[in-house]
């Protein structure tokens, strides 16, 4: 399925080189360090990489939605979830609350930084007792004067522990059980800000070079010019903004899984084992095209509802599925993917054992699987 004309074939020769040459050689040693170097978003900027569909005036491209689908892609073949997941927080996760419903002042100040990739994002919404449940969002903001107050706290934020700019959602007013999701706000809050805290950072299973934080905060001041949008109807934002962030999930899902099946073909074809390559048995050579199909399967779903997103179409069914479909399927290539590498697909030296690792999140962040089954069923059935 053929979607991408030639403009968007050279931005991914651009961001493939980036990646090849600046990301990849590096993954290990940042895996190992449990975190990435700032230094690798200003250089991202500099190649336009960062910020693509924003309006140029603030130092974006002005491009489409599948340039920013190219960039993705591209990032999902990394062999790093890290580096992917933490990129796709910064373009289509955070800084989108900015440029959607930001005042021009804010977006004057913000975005020009957040382009040059001077200024990293992270977006706050996840809570300790929340988890996919966004209405059920505990964080308080009251107005005082010129600011609100902020108390509460947020769990699994990725970037939280390096982030400049923070995307902050707290409840304004309380909601009945009817209204859980009336009097949701969104707040841009500066790190360094009085009584923000990052309290730890979260040692993870995966994804170990994407920093993820819990955040703290205590009685802190937040200008009131720094709410974004109305007051109050923040939830439609996060909810706006999820489609995004799970259309991204779909595209890092079939691109790791697609390279994760190269790796694999390499290996079985070097491998010998009972007189020959494991390439040659029957075996291997069918489970190799399940996975073939199913990738193929996970990249046209999302694909289709890709190019309808981009037309404006209301397409939460049809994203629901590409984010449901595509976790479950690369967890599943990242299953035997492993055992086709045998004990070696178990040892830390190969890609394979980390792509295991980072493809786990995938049916878990941005809405788990659960999550994802019931909004679709809602749609069928009302």
């Known amino acids: 399925m053929k979607i991408f004309n030639e403009q968007h074939e050279m931005f991914r020769a651009t961001v493939r080189s980036f990646v090849d040459k600046e990301i990849a050689p590096h993954v290990e040693e940042w895996e190992a360090a449990g975190r990435m170097p700032k230094s690798i978003w200003p250089r991202m900027g500099e190649l336009g990489l960062l910020g693509v569909e924003y309006d140029e005036k603030y130092g974006g491209a002005g491009a489409d939605l599948l340039t920013t689908a190219v960039l993705h892609e591209e990032c999902g073949r990394s062999r790093s979830g890290s580096f992917a997941m933490a990129v796709g927080v910064h373009t289509d996760m955070a800084s989108p609350h900015l440029y959607w419903t930001g005042s021009e002042a804010l977006k004057e100040k913000y975005l020009p930084a957040i382009c040059r990739g001077q200024t990293l994002c992270a977006i ?91 955040l703290v905060f205590q009685d802190m001041r937040v200008p009131a010019e720094n709410l974004l949008g109305r007051e109050g109807v923040g939830f439609y934002e996060v909810m706006r903004v999820f489609q995004r962030e799970r259309l991204v999930a779909g595209l890092h899902a079939h691109t790791m899984a697609d390279r994760a099946l190269e790796d694999t073909i390499a290996y079985v074809r070097e491998r010998q084992a009972f007189g020959g ?88 962040g941005g809405g788990t699987s659960e999550i994802m089954r019931e909004i679709i069923a809602k749609a069928l059935l009302g």
């Not at 299973?205 to 934080?213: C, F, I």
């Not at 050579?285 to 309808?308: F, N």
């Not at 404006?312 to 086709?340: P, T």
């Open 124 to 214: 706050a919404v996840t809570e300790p007792g929340g988890g996919s449940d966004v209405a059920a969002i505990r964080t308080r903001a009251v107005r005082d004067g010129g600011s609100y107050v902020l108390n509460g706290s947020k769990m699994f934020i990725t970037n939280g522990a390096t982030a400049d700019l923070y995307f902050v959602a707290a409840r304004v007013e309380q909601g009945d059980d009817r209204r859980r999701h009336k009097g949701i706000s969104m707040f841009l809050v500066e790190r360094g800000t009085p009584g923000f805290t990052v309290s730890r950072t979260l040692d993870k299973m995966g994804m170990r070079a994407s920093d993820t934080a819990e």
């Open 277 to 364: 390559p494991l390439s040659d048995k029957q075996v291997v050579r069918h489970r190799l095209a399940d996975l073939a199909t199913q990738i193929e399967a996970a990249r046209c779903l999302t694909y289709a509802a890709l190019l309808k997103f981009a037309a404006g179409e209301d397409v939460v069914r049809e994203i629901s599925m590409v984010k449901l479909f595509s976790a479950e399927m690369v967890n599943r290539v990242a299953y035997d993917c492993v055992q086709l590498h045998g004990g070696y697909g178990y040892m830390r030296e190969y890609a394979i054992e980390r792509f295991a690792r980072d493809a786990r999140l995938l049916s878990i």
